[in-house]
């Protein structure tokens, strides 16, 4: 099943609902080229609303950091947000939560821009 990527805007804010599998190939390269194609518009705060996300293996967790990578080097801010409770704790194992804002809700995410 591929990554399906819906992308909208409020207030200079892009939100992005992923909903698939986040995983090596075209799923998680095609995230990536989505957010070098935002940042490359001049957009800055990208929200990821991972909700109907029900798998990440590895390659995934990579976009994951290097989309968080390009958007601080554009002194932009992305936020995670509906994380799972898998994701989560795979975010946790591998180290990783602690660099990325997470929010509860897509509400929440916007309004910490």
Known sequence: MPLEITQR???????????GRLVLGEESSGLVTVIDD???SGATRIVVNLEQVHYVDSAGLG???EMH?????KGGGL???????????????????PIFETCPSETAAVASF
């Open 63 to 65: 976009a994951l950091i």
């Open 79 to 97: 936020r995670l947000c509906h994380l799972g409770p898998k994701l989560r704790q795979a975010l946790e194992m591998a180290r990783l939560l």
């Open 38 to 40: 935002l940042l490359a």
């Open 69 to 73: 990578r390009k958007t601080k080097a």
């Open 9 to 19: 805007e409020t207030n200079g804010i892009y939100l992005l609902a992923l909903k």
